[in-house]
Nanobody, 119 residues
Framework: HVQLVEFGGGLVQPGGSLRLSCAAS????????WGWYRQAPGKQRELVAR???????TYADSVKGRFTISRDNAKNTMYLQMNSLRPEDSAVYYC?????????????WGQGTQVTVSS
């Protein structure tokens, strides 16, 4: 059984910073692909940032230059450093991972963490 748990959401003023973490636990052979997604009320879930096994990264245009995704393979943990936050960044942020769990490879999601950017 594999579980993803996010940490670090909260309320921050515009221009502020937050760091999200996502920890994977359970029977994990390897994590191939990590990603952060977000969903604001009334909107579809969208990709924020993604980091592949080799370390290559992709970002949504709206967060380029402000957000940084990283991973610690030894800790099975992923991070999202969010700087210069804007009210439009407010959303529930979800962690996603493609994990080899024994003989099976699957997609896993965290429960989500709320980020609110407001003065």
């Amino acid at each position: 059984h594999v579980q993803l748990v996010e940490f670090g959401g909260g309320l921050v003023q515009p221009g502020g910073s937050l760091r999200l973490s996502c920890a994977a636990s359970g029977c994990i052979f390897s994590i191939y692909d990590w990603g952060w997604y977000r969903q604001a009320p009334g909107k579809q879930r969208e990709l924020v940032a993604r980091i592949l096994g080799g370390g290559s990264t992709t970002y949504a245009d709206s967060v380029k230059g402000r957000f940084t995704i990283s991973r610690d393979n030894a800790k099975n943990t992923m991070y999202l450093q969010m700087n210069s936050l804007r009210p439009e960044d407010s959303a529930v942020y979800y962690c996603h991972a493609v994990i080899l769990n024994g003989p099976m490879m699957g997609d896993y999601w965290g429960q989500g963490t709320q980020v609110t950017v407001s003065s």
